[in-house]
């Protein structure tokens, strides 16, 4: 979606001509209404694509925006700092939020951006980190900053004790499953709506039927195979469905070696049970066995293929977000 392109979208009003400035929510109390990292890209026009506020500050945020265009210079904007004034633009509960300004090709160099973007297009994770005050910025691969890495880790955007503003740009997330069956028609669909890239796996022609899966991408080969090619990395998922050991067991010795976050598997307890065999005898530890999560899905007394689905992508959710 083109709300995920921020940086892309301001470059490339930039390289046409159009100019463009980058708002970018640095910081957030109370109840404001997007998360820290969240950007909106402003044309020279005053066109806008992306959301600071959901609408709430949008407003004043362009107007800034465009005179910030004109003369080169960074704003850094607050608002909602008494209820009385966090009503007026919309913030509830007097929440309270900072915006980042940056005119693309004065305050925020062109070809600063260009590297952020290519990086973004190769789905390499890199951290961009600004100092408000002093107007410093910077772009770091992993390795490179200590306080970047944590930031590339946490995936979260925030500032840092001296004073710099970092945020995390990762590849996509991403939500491999295993078993084209009813479940994963809703699990796909759930997954993407969240952020997700999903793939599915299954050498069954009849499940895999482009029919039954329209649009999304469908890999036919043997799911240790397809998995291997893949190369999970830590921003994947992994869900295995087949409910046959054929198909199940081979992803799943596969990812409990990659560097998966997740790893989810369908079937009953006793299913799993004989699955702790199979892997025991297969050499598999303790502890790599601990990373599974079956049976799969939150326990919300989840009974239709939808629901199931909701559960497994809570509990991706929650895993991501919070930890296993």
């Given at each position: ?107 925020l160099p062109a070809d600063m951006l260009a590297d952020l973007v290519a990086a973004r ?7 961009y980190a600004v100092h408000p005050e002093t107007g410093v910025r910077a772009l770091y ?184």
């Amino acid at each position: 979606m083109d709300h995920d392109r921020i940086p892309e979208i301001a470059l490339d009003w930039h390289r046409t001509g159009r100019r463009a400035a980058l708002a970018t929510v640095v910081e957030t109390w109370g109840s404001a209404p997007r998360q820290v990292g969240s950007q909106l890209a402003i044309s020279g026009e005053g066109q806008i694509m992306g959301s600071v506020s959901g609408g709430c500050v949008e407003g004043a945020v362009v107007t800034e925006a465009l005179e910030a265009m004109e003369d080169g210079q960074s704003r850094l904007l607050t608002f909602g700092v008494s209820d009385e004034t966090a009503f007026a633009v919309g913030l509830a509960c007097g929440g309270t939020i900072r915006v980042l300004v940056e005119p693309v090709g004065r305050a925020l160099p062109a070809d600063m951006l260009a590297d952020l973007v290519a990086a973004r297009a190769a789905h390499h994770p890199l951290a961009y980190a600004v100092h408000p005050e002093t107007g410093v910025r910077a772009l770091y691969r992993p390795g490179q900053d200590g306080a970047a890495d944590l930031r590339l880790r946490s995936d979260v955007a925030g500032f840092e004790e001296d004073g710099r503003f970092i945020a995390p740009h990762n590849p996509p997330l991403r939500l491999i499953v295993v078993g084209a069956v009813h479940i994963a028609q809703a699990l796909v669909a759930m997954a993407r709506t969240c952020g997700y890239a999903p793939v599915l796996i299954d050498p069954r022609d009849t499940f895999g039927a482009a029919e039954r899966f329209p649009g999304e991408t469908v890999l036919d080969d043997w799911p240790d195979e397809a998995l291997a090619a893949l190369a999970p990395d830590a921003r994947t998922a992994i869900v295995t469905l087949t409910h046959d050991p054929k198909l199940d067991d081979p992803a799943i010795r596969f990812a409990l070696r990659s560097p998966a976050f997740y790893l989810g598997c369908l079937g009953s307890k006793k299913t799993h049970a004989k699955r702790v065999v199979r892997l025991q005898e297969a050499g598999f530890t303790e502890a790599e066995i601990a990373r599974i999560h079956a049976p799969v899905g939150l326990d919300i007394g989840a009974r239709t293929p939808a629901e199931i689905a909701l559960s497994v992508m809570g509990q991706i959710t929650q895993v991501l977000r919070k930890g296993a």
